[in-house]
């Protein structure tokens, strides 16, 4: 599974962005996605996951209300859409992919594809 994350760029506190990735696979629709990020210094966090069974989602308490996490098994993507964003935020963005086991993981050991990553940053 190749993974392309698209989407980051520069953005100022409270406004909007929306990253995408899309997967090369013929059953994406068996993958749990997730978004992570990377702050400078930090380790790698889960920010956003969606289940492949039944959409079940989950977000991070640092992003809830703020992030939205959703999937297009047509078109093979999954998004993340960052409202009210803060400076907090800038971070590189990674889309990572599973086979689903039917239960919401935000281990990054516990997934094997990973995109390529995506820079935002939050500035005034």
């Known amino acids: 599974v190749q993974l392309q994350a698209s989407g980051g760029g520069l953005a100022q506190p409270g406004d909007s962005l929306r990253l995408s990735c899309v997967a090369s696979?013929?059953?994406?629709?068996?993958?749990?996605m997730a978004w992570f990020r990377q702050l400078p210094g930090k380790e790698r966090e889960a920010v956003a996951v969606?289940?492949?069974?039944?959409?079940?989602?989950w977000h991070a308490d640092s992003v809830k209300g703020r992030f939205t996490i959703s999937r297009d098994n047509a078109k093979n993507l999954v998004n993340l859409q960052l409202d009210s964003l803060k400076f907090e935020d800038t971070a590189v963005y990674y889309c990572?992919?599973?086979?689903?086991?039917?239960?919401?993981?935000?281990?990054?050991?516990?997934?094997?594809?990973w995109g390529q990553g995506t820079l935002v940053t939050v500035s005034s």
């Open positions: 969606i289940d492949a069974t039944d959409g079940r989602t």
């Open positions: 696979t013929g059953n994406f629709e068996y993958y749990d």
């Open positions: 990572a992919a599973q086979w689903t086991i039917g239960t919401i993981r935000h281990k990054d050991i516990e997934y094997t594809y």
